[in-house]
């Protein structure tokens, strides 16, 4: 039996309170859209680039201040492309803190990613709310993957078929038309 729609609510309440709680609780801050993910990294506000320790490849991530241990360091989830990724030391209105802002593109543009690295809470990314207007921003080809796949879950949440399924069933009720009185199975049968 599944949860009433208040018990749903309360347990999905609890759940992003839990979520909050763990990411808050990271020593950086990281934000993802379906292509790209961005990252920074509080750091005191005397340091220079040359003091940093940042390394990122296609599968590992790592950053720091150098001789110390690093505050990230670890396999990513998924893979980027490394030489479309960049990291810069930037000044906070704070004199006394610098971040070190990471932009990491994803290899894989459709999918969310449940945490920056494989070892801290993950995010449930069935929640992860897509901005719309960026939608305008894919080339056409991805742009109609993405409106398909938007499509086809409000039609799951909804009870109702996906576009896969209408199209069987068109296909179906056209076969049907065409043949009235025969069902497919007396056809295979022959």
């Not at 950086?28 to 005397?46: A, E, S």
């Not at 993957?145 to 009720?173: A, I």
Request: with cysteine; aromatic share 4%; hydrophobic share 30%.
């Amino acid at each position: 039996m599944s949860p009433s729609p208040e018990d749903q609510a309360a347990k999905d309440a609890q759940a992003r309170a839990k979520e909050a709680e763990e990411q808050a609780k990271l020593p950086y801050k990281w934000t993802q859209t379906i292509g790209d993910l961005d990252i920074t990294v509080p750091v005191p506000g005397n340091l220079k680039g040359r003091d940093l320790d940042v390394v990122i490849t296609k599968t590992k991530i790592k950053a720091g201040v150098k001789g110390q241990t690093p505050v990230i360091d670890g396999p990513l989830p998924h893979a980027i492309h490394p030489d479309e990724s960049t990291w810069t030391l930037e000044s906070t209105p704070n004199s006394a803190q610098k971040e070190i802002c990471i932009h990491l593109d994803k290899a894989n543009k459709m999918e969310w990613w449940p945490h920056v690295e494989t070892s801290a809470p993950k995010i449930d990314t069935s929640k992860v709310q897509p901005e719309n207007s960026k939608l305008s921003d894919l080339d056409g080809e991805t742009r109609g993957m993405v409106e398909k796949m938007m499509y086809d879950q409000r039609q799951k949440e909804q009870g109702l078929p996906t576009s896969d399924e209408e199209k069987k069933m068109d296909m179906l009720k056209k076969f049907q038309s065409q043949h009235p009185g025969e069902s497919l199975w007396q056809r295979r049968g022959g």
